[in-house]
């Protein structure tokens, strides 16, 4: 099983402001099938970037990610109000998909 | 717009069986994969399985021994079941369509052990 390791916990930043989030596996994720989810209180997860950077369909280009192997990035270039959220990254290389612990992205 | 609807018991005592359904409208359930996932309040998001319109499935092996998904493509839905619950089990349960990543998810639905 891949576990993947998300940091930092929680992020306070200012609306405005550049948020980079990290995901790292704990081995290399096959052809960088890596995703990135934002989920708010209440709601489902929402995809926001797949094969690790690939915006999935009407995702602001705001937001983007990169990354390969075992260490993945999620760039919020500059924060808007709605962004404030909890961030999930997942691998879908091998089985069982697994997801990172999550980043809480705060209003600073 | 393809959409997805879950539904069941929200409240199961232990020991007993978790049954719920995932209602595909808007588009046909047929070559595709499904999948349901679970969140205990609070917490982070976890795989549970899932299921191809064909019938074949893979699940997580925290849950193999446990869990049983199938789908029925006359009524567009596919379903989940989980034995021996305990309040471990306690989750919202979402119902997603899957291509490795879910780029679709339902709302979800609560459901809690309890006696």
């Known amino acids: 099983e891949i576990v993947l390791t998300q940091s930092p916990g929680t992020l306070s930043l200012s609306p405005g402001e550049r948020a980079t989030l990290s995901c790292r596996a704990s081995?290399?994720?096959?052809?960088?099938?890596l995703a990135w989810y934002q989920q708010k209180p209440g709601q489902a997860p929402r995809l926001l970037i797949y094969?690790?950077?690939s915006r999935a369909t009407g995702i602001p280009d705001r937001f983007s990610g990169s990354g390969s192997g075992t260490d993945f990035t999620l760039t919020i270039s500059r924060l808007e109000p709605e962004d404030f959220a909890v961030y999930y990254c997942q691998q879908y290389g091998i089985s069982p998909r697994t997801f990172g612990q999550g980043t809480k992205v705060e209003i600073k | 717009q393809v959409q997805l609807q879950e539904s069941g018991p929200g409240l199961v005592k232990p020991s007993e069986t978790l049954s719920l359904t995932c209602t595909v409208s808007g588009g046909s359930i047929s070559n595709y994969y499904w999948s349901w996932i679970r969140q205990p309040p609070g917490k982070g998001l976890e795989w549970i399985g899932y299921i191809y319109y064909s019938g074949s499935t893979n699940y997580n092996p925290s849950l193999k021994s446990r869990v049983t998904i199938s789908v029925d493509t006359s009524k567009n839905q596919f379903s989940l079941k989980l034995n021996s619950v305990t309040a471990a089990d306690t989750a919202v349960y979402y119902c997603?369509?899957?291509?490795?990543?879910?780029?679709?998810w339902g709302r979800g639905t609560l459901v809690t052990v309890s006696s």
């Open positions: 081995q290399s994720v096959s052809s960088n099938y």
């Open positions: 094969g690790a950077s």
């Open positions: 997603a369509h899957a291509r490795g990543y879910f780029d679709l």
